[in-house]
């Protein structure tokens, strides 16, 4: 059974496609100019989505499909993606689907020139997981960055880290003071 959420899925591709929703048997044409704002579907969507659902699906079609949303809401149907472009289509639960992918009646498409549709994508959620695969894959011998940071600010002190009492210059270095530094002696 495809749920709510992959029909809605399924109608936000087609529509970033130009493909209209038909309902009353196909007096009334349906289509949002704006599909994603941001990382969700935008208000104009969500209208039409609502308009879909209140007519209860039964004589809404996707053009060039056959099948109702209230049949793709059914437990007999599945959204799959389609064989030649990938997008997703309606397929019988027990196999293929007899009728054709909508794709069959777009001369240009599948176009791989032009970005492909999508779903919103959340940027936030998208970075927060890209953070934590270059975290995962930071190799254990090499300690993060604050261990440098860390490491940098004891050598700008001239201590080196890990011990207080060795001096940082090399052995070759006089630790006399510079010659024009004179020393007071206090009586």
């Given amino acids: 059974m495809a749920s709510k959420e992959k029909v809605k899925q399924y109608l936000a591709y087609w529509f970033q496609l130009g493909k209209k929703v038909l309902m009353n048997n196909g007096q009334k044409p349906i289509i949002p100019q704006k599909v994603i704002e941001g990382d969700r579907y935008s208000p104009e969507f969500e209208l039409c989505w609502q308009q879909i659902l209140l007519c209860e699906s039964k004589d809404c079609y996707l053009e060039g499909t056959h099948q109702s949303i209230e ?10 993606p ?9 397929t019988i639960d027990l196999g293929m689907s007899s009728s054709p992918c ?11 020139e032009v970005p ?6 959340s940027t936030r959620a998208r970075l927060g997981d890209i953070r934590s695969r270059l975290l995962a894959r930071q190799s ?4 993060p960055a604050k261990y440098y940071a860390l490491e940098f600010r004891s050598l700008e002190n001239h201590k080196p880290v890990g011990s207080e009492e060795k001096s940082p210059l090399p052995p070759q270095v006089s630790h006399s003071p510079p ?3 004179q020393e007071h002696s206090e009586d």
């Fill in 82 to 90: 389609c064989a030649r472009c990938d997008m997703p289509v309606p």
């Fill in 102 to 112: 909508p794709c069959h009646d777009l001369p240009s498409w599948p176009n791989t």
């Fill in 179 to 181: 010659r024009d530094y």
């Fill in 116 to 121: 492909a549709p999508r779903s919103p994508i």
């Fill in 71 to 80: 049949q793709l809401l059914s437990p007999l149907w599945e959204i799959q």
């Fill in 140 to 143: 254990p011998e090499k300690p």
